[in-house]
């Protein structure tokens, strides 16, 4: 058996043959799979932007308030480490948000110059109705992997973002 690294015939993961010459098979592995998680994302977010876009939101949108109601009235910086994104990102975000009613920002009540994301009745009233549907849609998505797979999909995302945070 060689021990040669293969390239991948997934388009847009394959390297060089001088790449493969010299790289080693986990260095191949692991660059795939980062090429392979960048493919995933925007595939993932191009579906929830098509599922959201008759209402209006965004990908962005859905995350931030999904994180704004997890965190219960996270402040804009709290958001954004979250999120992986910036203050300002989270900023621009909030006000569309806060133009269509799903979030008020509010002052911190201990320190005015923090603002805070607080998601409303209209916020809680859309997300019950949509939510069936759209827990579906990504069920349908995930139906390739079994239980097993998903677990341990989850833990290893789970173990490589810690390891992102630093």
């Known amino acids: 058996m060689s021990s040669k690294p293969t ?7 394959a390297f060089s043959e001088e ?9 191949i592995v692991r660059l795939q799979t980062f090429r392979l998680l960048i ?3 925007n595939g993932l977010r191009n579906m929830t932007d098509k599922l ?4 209006g939101l965004t990908t962005q949108q859905a995350a931030v308030l999904t994180i704004a109601r997890g965190l219960g009235r996270p402040s ?3 958001c954004a480490t979250a999120l ?9 975000i909030a006000l569309a948000l806060e133009r269509k009613g799903f979030v008020r920002i509010v002052p911190d009540p201990n320190d005015g110059r923090i603002r805070r994301l607080q998601t409303t009745p209209k916020n809680d009233r859309y997300w019950a109705k949509r939510n069936p549907s759209d827990h579906a849609a990504v069920l349908a998505t995930f139906n390739a992997l079994t239980p ?5 999909l989850f833990r290893l995302l789970t ?3 810690t390891g992102l945070e630093g």
């Open 52 to 55: 959201l876009a008759a209402d």
């Open 39 to 41: 493919v995933l994302a």
């Open 159 to 161: 173990k490589l973002k």
């Open 19 to 27: 790449e493969v010459d010299a790289l080693s098979q986990d260095k």
């Open 76 to 78: 804009f910086s709290e």
């Open 7 to 13: 390239v991948s015939e997934e388009p847009g993961l």
């Open 84 to 92: 992986a994104t910036s203050h300002q990102n989270v900023k621009q």
């Open 148 to 152: 097993h797979e998903a677990r341990t």
